[in-house]
Every structure is written in C-alpha cells, then in structure tokens.
C-alpha cells in the first residue's frame, strides 16, 4: 500500500520561516519531490531528495530520512508570494504518488 | 515548445458526451504522465507513456478512460460518456526520461466541468 500524509493547512507571518513536514509509507522508493502549487495554476517542481539529508536552494531546503520515512520543506524569510499549496510526491519507478498538499498562508 | 501545452483550458459539457483532452509536452521530452485533481484533493495519477507506449495504465479509473500518444509527443485523453464524477482538472506533466532523478514538468491543465 502507498500512504503520504501532510498537513492541510499552515499559516505564518511576513520574514517568518515555516517547515512543512510530510511522512510517507509507499511500496518502492525512487525518491522524493517537492512542489509548489498557486490556486489555478500548474505545479511547480522545487527540490527532489534521493539520499538522506538537507538540499538547500536559495530560500528553500528540503530534508528526507529514508529510514523514518519522514521529508520535510523549510521556507525562510517568508514573502506573501510564498502562499500556496505544497505537494509532496515519492516517486516510485517513474510514477509520482502525491499527497493531499499543505495549503499555507502567509500573513504580514 | 518551452513549457508543456494542454487544450482546451476549460470544458463544459453534458453528461453523456465524449471529450478528448490534448497534451503537447517539452520538445524532446521522452517521458508523459496524465493527473487528475479533484476539488480539494491531491493529484491521482492515471496513465505513464514512455515513447509511445503507456508501461503504466494503472490508474486510470475505469474503461470509460483512455490514452494513446502519437509519434512519441503528443498525448490524447479520452473520456467516453461522462459523468459528473468525472469534473475535475486534468494535469499532463513530462520529464526527459523516464528515470527516477527527472523532475515532471506540469501543463497548466483542462478544467473539465460535467454538467
């Protein structure tokens, strides 16, 4: 069976930083992506985790622990474009499983 | 093109009919996929064509659902006689290969409304 639970929603503030966590159970495991979804508009790839540990970009840093089946995505310096949803998909031999997406708010 | 292209952006139409929904993936793109989300929910996937052949018809959610892709590029989702359960958005994405490392480039989808 395949299981991929985020939080549905999160809210921050304006310059905060916000860790959006997503654990996973799937049969197979070809690593983990990370995408940004605006209301209406098409996702947006972010970050991929194949091994353990923390890949920063800019902004953005995602983490994956294999053996916990656990990833999450760090946003720094929170800017009010950053509200969106978050999706986190295990890829598993090339078909991506999603979960139901974290919707965060920002807030000045 | 530069980004993946889908047709038509929205559709309306009465329960019962046919509707065909087209994909134009990133040029020389080898690897297509076929989303579905649902209001609220997140993407189910349907169908993976490497080439032009589909190694992964899994998801599609019942005989009424089909794809086929032509001259390893453009895709086709066909809906046969529809019904409302079927209103959703239907996301095409493509990646370079159909390896593991390749992130999936979205289209920006067909809102499909049964009415």
């Known amino acids: 069976g395949q299981n991929i639970d985020q939080p549905t929603e999160m809210t921050a503030t304006e310059g905060a930083i916000v860790q959006i966590n997503c654990t996973y159970q799937?049969?197979?495991?070809?690593?983990l992506f990370w995408y940004q979804q605006h209301a209406g508009e098409a996702p947006t790839f972010l970050s991929y985790?194949?091994?353990?540990g923390l890949e920063e970009k800019g902004r953005f840093s995602s983490f994956l622990s294999r053996s916990k089946g656990y990833s999450y995505l760090l946003l720094k310096e929170l800017q009010m474009k950053d509200s969106a949803s978050y999706l986190c998909?295990?890829?598993?031999?090339?078909?991506?499983?999603f979960g139901t997406g974290t919707r965060l708010q920002v807030f000045p | 093109g530069a980004g993946v292209s889908q047709s038509p952006s929205n559709k309306v139409t009465e329960k019962g009919k046919d509707v065909e929904l087209r994909c134009d993936p990133i040029?020389?793109?080898?690897?297509l996929y076929w989303y579905r989300q649902s209001l609220g929910q997140g993407l189910e996937f349907l169908i993976y064509?490497?080439?032009?052949?589909?190694?992964?018809k899994s998801g599609l959610p019942s005989d009424r659902f089909s794809a086929e892709r032509t001259g390893g590029s453009v895709s086709t989702l066909t809906i046969q006689r529809t019904q409302q359960e079927d209103s959703a958005v239907y996301l095409c994405?493509?990646?370079?290969?159909?390896?593991?490392?390749?992130?999936?480039?979205f289209g920006d989808g067909t809102r499909l409304s049964i009415l």
């Open positions: 985790n194949v091994l353990d």
């Open positions: 064509f490497q080439g032009n052949s589909a190694p992964d």
């Open positions: 994405a493509s990646s370079a290969a159909g390896t593991a490392n390749q992130p999936q480039h």
């Open positions: 040029s020389g793109h080898t690897a």
């Open positions: 998909a295990v890829n598993r031999t090339d078909k991506l499983i």
């Open positions: 799937t049969s197979g495991f070809n690593g």
